[in-house]
């Protein structure tokens, strides 16, 4: 990817350079890297993980077309993905396709561990957004960003492997209304 060179440790892993937005994360999962490559090279894996994937649809085995809801939902994205290298347990590279709303290219690095640690599983994403600077201002003013996304996205994609599960506090009684419940308690 030609933006590799523009990130060093220390350095902030979000960039917004002319119109152009990179961004860089990385996790440890306890899985060995043939797992985790199998699982990511399912597209249909990525909504189970991702909260702003509506859906990806299937076109072929290096193609698939993708819906995003972006700026908390206000706005539905699509694109067609190409995968344009795969090395097997190892990489998986891809760029946006045709005339989309969004040009994007990706790259995701499995990496073992030594003595059964897990795997590190590090993604760089590149994009045009629409719109370039103003969209990165209106998605920060919502609460929203590409990097905050992605990091979350691999936390629950580490939950997924490790828990069988992405934990949810859905159903949950709130915190503020538990704090009389537990003084209660106590006296």
Sequence with gaps: MEKENLVTKGETRQRLLDEELYTEEAVTILATPQELYQYWRDPSHFVLFTDQLQSVTEISETRSHW??????????????????????????????????????????????????????????????????KMLNVLEKLLGESPHRNLKMNLFKLRELFEAGEVPTVEGQPAGHNREHETKTALH
């Design 67 to 132: 819906v995003w809801k972006a700026l908390k939902g206000r706005k539905t994205i699509e694109w067609d993905s190409e995968i344009v290298e795969d090395i097997p347990n190892s990489v998986i590279a891809w760029r946006a396709h045709g005339d989309q709303d969004i040009q994007h290219s990706g790259r995701v690095e499995f990496q073992e561990l030594p003595y059964g640690r897990g795997t590190t599983v590090k993604v760089k994403i590149a994009y045009d957004a629409p719109a370039g």
